[in-house]
């Protein structure tokens, strides 16, 4: 596969195809959903001047205020990080699902002159350095590599920039297609942070509500079709925020064929959608009762493992209405702050406006690490190797924690649907059924059992704390992860979770 190199002086420049006639088609202009705040942004003095005069090698620059890479006091940065089980070996029958933690470490190294020994496209000379507010280029181009071969977008002026994790992106996103007013729609539950940075731009949202398999489209196509302004008191939402894959907290991913009516909705009434997919590469193989955990099934080729993945919406986008929104914070580790936006290429470069007053890019010996590790010392068929492990790994966490909930919860008042993706398993107690569903709403009787939670030393989310509206619940939830916990520990809590579900209600 050949990746095009983004050329410096135009930071930003659209993922640049040949146009042959069976080429895929330039996204539609979406230009008019973009924020008052977003359309003012404008490309700074310095940054345009320096892309324009580092084109000529006799010039002498006294312009930038860059620091001498000489005087950085950091030589070198030397990263262990660990070699998952290759395809080879799973094709030729070798797993363990501790393999995560006993696989074979390599060194890779970063030095200031690195590059220019060959080593490395990417050394601490350029790391240590002020970067463009695209992210390493070289980042950018395995992240777009990594595109293609997951996602392999329908339209060709895509483009990929990086950010400082989700939660940031979210943030530039939002501040980019959002005017202070304006309605937004999102799933009836989200992450809270979600909520806690559309509340100051005074977005008002509309929450969609979720079943077993996410978002309803019938609900939310009959919302837009029944928009009424003046009852609303606001035009009708244009950008609808989604987390389609082990959703947080709701651990409900979307199937294939309710993405494409989602996308359709979104062609028919001019939706942007955001999707914020930090789970993606965490689903799963269907839960067994009582597996026997030395032998989750695992994909044996990387082929296999991708096409077995619900196709991103993003994949399913011909327009570039889709902006798509991956993190490294579940697939890597949280403290790299390291993202990446996909986006058709005006949106793109508005958000690289935003990165230059802003975020400006990641750290760079952050970066430095991260390429170290994906591009140095993995490569593309590697990072897949990794994530087939990480797979496994929450397989086993997943499928210990519905086990423990099979054991310990009463079924009279308990449900659950087991979750194909992420780290969440939402459980919902039957309000009707608590003895004190007369006198007490539901947010009384999620705290109280919420707080005997504690006191039976088991930490455990109540539902109302994920609410995207004030639209009252429907229900009382709880959101389980099985994400940090040792298995034995995923045991225990679920243990003492049922224990103070059945005094609630009573059972005991
Ligand atoms: N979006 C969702 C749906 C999440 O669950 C989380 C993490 N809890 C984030 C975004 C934040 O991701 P990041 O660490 O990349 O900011």
New binding site residues.
């Given amino acids: 596969m050949v990746i095009s190199k983004v050329s410096p002086a135009v930071p930003v420049a659209a993922h640049p195809k040949a146009a042959p006639p069976a080429s895929p088609p330039m996204a539609a202009n979406l230009a008019h959903h973009l924020s008052t705040e977003s359309k003012l942004r404008q490309a700074s003095m310095l940054k345009i001047s320096s892309s324009r005069l580092s084109k000529d090698p006799l010039l002498l620059s006294l312009a930038a205020g860059l620091p001498s890479p000489t005087l950085f006091p950091i030589e070198s940065v030397t990263t262990s990080v660990v070699l998952p089980i290759s395809e080879a070996e799973r094709v030729s029958g070798k797993w363990f699902h501790d393999g995560l933690q006993a696989g074979v470490l390599k060194d890779v190294g970063k030095a200031k002159n690195s590059k220019a020994l060959g080593v490395t496209a990417y050394d601490l000379s350029q790391a240590l350095q002020y970067e463009q507010g695209t992210g390493a280029k070289q980042l950018v181009e395995f992240w777009k590599e990594h595109v293609e071969l997951v996602h392999k977008p329908k339209y060709a002026d895509w483009n990929t920039i990086m950010s400082g994790?989700?939660?940031?992106a979210?943030e530039t996103v939002f501040r980019m297609l959002i005017n202070p007013g304006d309605y937004m729609v999102l799933e009836e539950f989200a992450?809270p942070?979600?909520v806690d940075s559309l509340r100051p731009l005074q977005t008002r949202r509309i929450g969609i509500p979720v079943d077993e398999e996410g978002m309803r489209p019938d609900v939310l196509e009959d919302m837009l079709a029944t928009w009424d302004e003046d009852a609303r008191g606001g035009t009708r939402p244009h950008v609808l925020y989604m987390?389609p894959s082990g959703q947080?907290p709701t651990g409900a991913t979307i199937g294939t064929e309710r993405r494409k009516k989602i996308y359709d909705i979104a062609q028919r009434y001019d939706l942007i959608i955001i999707e914020?997919d930090?789970y993606y590469f965490l689903q799963m193989p269907d839960y067994i009762r009582d597996r026997d955990y030395e032998h989750v099934p695992v994909p044996t080729t990387n082929a296999e493992f991708l096409s077995a993945l619900v196709p991103s919406m993003l994949s399913l986008d011909t327009d570039g209405r889709v902006v798509r929104l991956d993190?490294l914070?579940k697939i890597v580790a949280?403290g790299t702050r390291c993202?990446f936006i996909t986006a058709n290429s005006v949106f793109a470069e508005r958000i690289l406006r935003h990165n230059e007053v802003g975020l400006q890019f990641p750290s760079g010996l952050s970066m430095a690490v991260v390429h170290g590790l994906l591009a140095d010392a993995w490569g593309q068929e590697t990072f897949l190797n990794w994530l087939v492990n990480i797979r496994a790994e929450y397989t086993v966490r997943r499928d210990r924690m519905l086990d423990a909930m099979e054991d310990y919860l009463p079924k009279e008042v308990a449900s659950w649907a087991a979750p194909s993706a992420g780290m969440f398993v939402w459980i919902e107690l039957a309000y009707p059924a608590h003895p004190h569903s007369a006198d007490l709403c539901i947010e009384e009787i999620e705290n109280e059992i919420f707080e005997a939670g504690i006191a039976n030393k088991v930490l455990i989310l109540p539902g109302t704390w994920f609410k995207t509206t004030d639209v009252p619940s429907r229900g009382i939830f709880f959101r389980a992860t099985y994400a940090a916990v040792s298995p034995e520990n995923i045991d225990l809590a679920i243990k003492r979770f049922g224990e103070v579900v059945q005094r609630s209600f009573g059972l005991v």
């Fill in positions: 994790g989700n939660t940031q979210m992450f942070e979600t987390v947080n914020d930090p993190s914070a949280p993202g």
